[in-house]
């Protein structure tokens, strides 16, 4: 008997691939829950303040000994504590009567005053307090509205003095529809589908009562209408907001958006004409007491309809606008460039959004509809019509950075792909070519800082180091005129930087998927000041964690190098068989492939540990971070063509591995990795096993006409008569539903306005008509990123890979114990 049972398990591991993995460990994947992996992983990056009037900055880091607030003085190469922590707890728990201790600090709102030698702060404590609430019109309709009282504090950093700040009065909250001017004196807003103002004495009328009825607010537009206002989205206008909502805010008081003159005496307004458009709608169906319609416009690709967009410039003083003529066509899309936030002003709650340029000019860009032409461009403001100082043409889609504007527009820097590599270029106020700064087989990413007395610009690049990851970001230098090429920061790690304003020191952040991060100060010269902080991952690692894997594998080509990370099972077993699951996005706009360690567990670590092989690689045409001919490989076949080389990772990893198993591959993703999972299914029937595909965009031709006419493109015809006209085809996953074989399980939320649940029904449609099984959830009140219901998404996930690519046939219960047990369960 015992001879025959042995020799049966020997028949049914030899039927199952070898010595295979076939129960799935729920309890390992419940280990690294969001909840619970939040408790274990602390601070990865340091996120410096940097400070108005030195070159100081301060930052909080917390590890599993607390949090803790430091301040940096690199002149001095000097970190230390703003305070004890344990004193200020003591001294904070004398005042406020609750309790405090060096691991429990609640401070919050913390801010330096104007000497930079005192700090302010605040602290919630447990005692009730009762206020009036204002925002209601009827006096007899007050509520009383309970909330815990606020203490303020001010704290000196050389003298340690601790002081209540009894008398504090602090700045309203400013209303979402408040666009206040530079000088504070006027606040815009849009009312009516037209543009409104009122003055500074008006506007703290509206903060202590917003329905006042003696505010004077002032109407400076008469013209508007539904879908053709002075204020929203454009294109995307009215999203988020359900039929019953829009009735009910019809009267309020909406936010505009403007750019201002840096005086502030005008600013300048982009009005989009979107009526033509046709309707898009999700509905609600749990919404109370009844289901509710949302209802926006929405440009599909292909579409002949196209918005028209209108650039004003509104004088403040004498409340007159003037259009300005642009030079576009119907369809193009129009940009007005802002003037960057500095460093030190991150921190100072509201700012007008200044347009880039000065009092006299502002630069802009338009972009062709079939996104094959740009233009940078400037406005003078004397003048009626815009200026084109550089133009831009490339047989696919041409990508655009906002120039960096050098002594106030004589000169600007470029950012362009003209030479089938992403690089700087130098130009002269009028658009005339100066110089290329950059040049060679390296990907230029951002401009990070330039110091205009030294002609050196600080810019971030990948791909331009031997033997690493080309995606690792660098942080480099360069003069003007392309000499002296430097890197400031090496090292076998993708960096994260922040620069100061000053350009004369960065905090530098470094990470790999298989070590813990760290971060460090360096000078400008490359030469690091101090290192400042090391992710904390004991209390991970001693759950038994395990750094992924990186690896390479070549392209279907057999010559394009493709880099991805490999996720095991942290009881690995490397004589087991496990089966093979690809965490899949397409791109264009970027690859699903972690540089740096990442907290994100879900996909990847935590769906490894039920017994799979998780890879995330790339593919040609998925990253925009490598030459343009890799960035637009697929253009023209937006549904194939990352197909084959995802194919090809999976096989070359299985022949290099004896432990994966090459006959049970898997892939899930999200949106575009929705699209391209369900693809992978039909279009390599035999090869991929079992999917679960989310939010996908199965049918591009009702997507967005942005992405899906970029990335895929359209073609631009012109008639006899000059007539121009748009012709949009592009290959659906409904159209070989036909083919499926494998487990597919589509997942959607309801009222997902970005890729709208229409994209899956589709698919459902043509899998019925073709008499397919397949499995399907729809997330009731979800979105796009399925909100609250990621954890119900992740174990339905599991549930089914478990199932169909494991082979695990145990009969789950009822109630997902492993979700229950992290939410508490209250009576």
Do not use: C
């Amino acid at each position: 008997m015992r001879t025959k049972a042995v020799l049966m398990a020997m028949l049914v591991a030899v039927s199952l691939g070898g010595n295979a993995q076939t129960k799935a460990n729920y309890q390992q994947a419940a280990k690294y829950s969001p909840s619970r992996v939040s408790k274990l992983i602390f601070s990865q990056s340091v996120t410096p303040n940097w400070l108005k009037n030195s070159d100081r900055f301060w930052y909080t880091y917390q590890t599993s000994s607390g949090k803790n607030w430091y301040i940096v003085d690199p002149v001095k190469a000097e970190k230390k504590l703003m305070f004890d922590n344990g004193k200020i707890a003591s001294e904070l728990t004398k005042i406020v009567k609750d309790p405090f201790d060096a691991l429990n600090l609640p401070i919050d709102s913390l801010f330096f005053l104007k000497d930079e030698n005192w700090i302010q702060f605040q602290i919630r404590s447990t005692i009730d307090e009762v206020k009036k609430d204002t925002s209601s019109k009827d006096k007899k309709d007050k509520k009383e509205v309970k909330t815990k009282k606020m203490f303020y504090f001010k704290y000196n950093l050389n003298t340690r003095e601790l002081v209540e700040v009894k008398d504090f009065v602090g700045n309203k909250k400013r209303p979402i529809w408040a666009n206040i001017s530079p000088d504070s004196s006027i606040v815009l807003f849009g009312k009516n589908e037209n543009l409104w103002m009122m003055d500074k004495a008006n506007f703290l009328k509206a903060l202590e009562k917003e329905e006042d009825s003696t505010i004077v607010q002032t109407q400076l537009t008469f013209d508007g209408e539904k879908d053709y206002s002075y204020y929203g989205g454009g294109v995307y206008s009215g999203r988020n907001e359900t039929n019953v909502d829009e009735k009910k805010n019809k009267d309020k008081r909406k936010a505009v958006y403007v750019n201002w003159s840096p005086n502030g005496k005008n600013f300048a307004l982009l009005r989009s004409d979107v009526r033509m458009l046709e309707d898009f709608w999700v509905l609600n169906s749990v919404a109370l007491p009844r289901p509710t319609l949302e209802t926006y416009k929405y440009w599909m690709a292909g579409e002949k309809e196209m918005p028209t967009t209108e650039l004003y410039i509104f004088n403040v003083d004498t409340k007159q606008k003037r259009t300005i003529k642009l030079n576009s066509f119907k369809g193009d899309d129009v940009n007005i460039y802002r003037q960057p936030v500095k460093e030190r002003d991150k921190n100072d709650g509201y700012r007008p959004s200044y347009w880039l340029g000065d009092d006299e000019k502002f630069y802009l860009s338009i972009t062709s509809r079939d996104l094959k032409d740009i233009q940078q461009a400037v406005v003078y403001l004397n003048t009626d019509s815009s200026k084109t100082l550089v133009t831009e043409s490339l047989n696919t889609y041409v990508d655009i950075q906002q120039p960096d504007l050098i002594n106030g527009g004589k000169e600007f820097i470029e950012w362009s792909e003209q030479d089938g590599w992403a690089h700087l270029y130098l130009y002269d106020g009028n658009g005339k070519l100066k110089n290329q700064i950059t040049s060679g087989e390296f990907h230029v990413s951002t401009v990070e800082r330039i110091d205009e007395k030294t002609r050196t610009v600080y810019f971030t690049a990948n791909g331009r180091e031997k033997d690493e990851d080309p995606y690792y970001f660098h942080l480099y230098s360069a003069n003007f005129d392309g000499s002296n090429l430097k890197l400031l920061n090496s090292g076998n790690f993708s960096n994260d930087i922040s620069m100061n304003d000053n350009a004369t020191y960065f905090v530098n952040n470094a990470s790999r998927v298989n070590t813990a991060p760290k971060s460090a100060l360096y000078n400008n010269q490359g030469r690091k000041i101090l290192d400042l902080e090391t992710t904390d991952l004991k209390n991970l690692l001693a759950t038994g964690y395990k750094f992924p894997e990186p690896f390479t594998v070549k392209a279907a080509d057999g010559i394009t190098d493709l880099y991805g990370v490999m996720y095991k099972p942290f009881d690995f077993d490397s004589t087991k068989k496990y089966p093979l699951i690809e965490y899949v996005y397409p791109g264009p706009q970027t690859e699903a492939v972690n540089k740096a360690f990442n907290r994100g567990f879900d996909r990847i670590d935590r769906l490894a540990q039920l017994g799979f092989i998780v890879i995330t690689v790339g593919n040609r045409g998925g990253h925009p971070d490598r030459s343009k001919a890799y960035h637009n490989y697929g253009y023209g076949n937006l549904r194939d063509y990352g197909l084959a080389d995802k194919k090809a990772a999976a096989e070359q990893l299985a022949d290099r591995y004896s432990f994966i198993d090459g006959e049970k591959v898997g892939i899930h993703g999200h949106s575009g990795g929705g699209f391209m999972s369900t693809a992978a299914m039909l279009v390599y029937p035999d090869f991929f096993k079992v999917a679960v595909s989310n939010a996908g965009n199965h049918d591009n031709s009702i997507y967005n006409r942005w992405w899906s006419e970029k990335h895929h493109g359209v073609k631009r015809e012109i008639s006899e008569k000059g007539d121009t006209s748009f012709v949009y085809n592009i290959e659906k996953n409904p159209d070989i539903a036909k083919n499926l074989k494998g487990r597919l399980m589509l997942i959607h939320g309801e009222i997902d306005n970005n890729v709208h649940p229409a994209n899956t029904m589709r698919v459902v449609n043509a899998l019925i008509k073709a008499n397919k099984r397949f499995d399907m959830l729809l997330l009731p009140n979800q979105r796009h990123a399925f909100g609250d219901m990621t954890e119900y998404w992740f174990w339905k996930t599991a549930d089914y890979f478990s199932k169909y690519l494991l082979g695990d046939n145990t009969e789950r219960p009822v109630d997902i114990t492993e979700l229950n047990n992290d939410i508490p369960q209250r009576r």
